[in-house]
């Protein structure tokens, strides 16, 4: 039972996150299109960690951090009156390149079905 709270919990600040990163004024922030990867919560939601992602890459996602993290009072207290939970985590911010890095899967599965075309076309 607790683990369906935490759960609900989790993807709840998620939401409540990424609406609150659309109007932060950090030009750090706001002038990088940022994703929230992933949000881990502990057990006793005492503490938050944010895992994000720049489309630019991993160095633009670190100075979207730098701007997080200097705005996370601010973060926890919106997010803290857009939700109805007693206690807020304390949150902490971390870069991945995970956009990144699927589009560069991506790119490259899409380089594999060219190459198969081609050589289906030249069978015939």
């Known amino acids: 039972m607790a683990s369906h709270k935490l759960g609900r919990t989790t993807e709840d600040i998620k939401r409540e996150l990424t609406a609150v990163l659309r109007e932060l004024k950090d030009p750090r922030v706001a002038n990088t299109m940022l994703s929230i990867v992933r949000v881990?919560?502990?057990?006793?939601l005492s503490y938050c960690?944010?895992?994000?992602?720049?489309?630019?890459g991993l160095d633009a996602a670190k100075q979207a951090v730098k701007g997080l993290t200097s705005a996370a009072g601010y973060i926890r207290r919106e997010v803290g009156s857009?939700?109805?939970i007693r206690h807020v985590?304390?949150?902490s911010f971390e870069a991945t390149d995970s956009i990144e890095y699927s589009a560069n899967i991506s790119?490259?599965?899409s380089e594999l079905n060219i190459k198969e075309g081609e050589e289906d076309g030249s069978d015939d």
Do not use: F, G
């Not at 881990?40 to 006793?44: G, L, P, Q």
């Open 40 to 44: 881990e919560v502990s057990r006793d």
């Open 49 to 56: 960690k944010v895992y994000v992602s720049a489309m630019e």
């Open 82 to 84: 857009r939700l109805s």
């Open 89 to 91: 985590p304390a949150m």
């Open 107 to 109: 790119h490259i599965l």
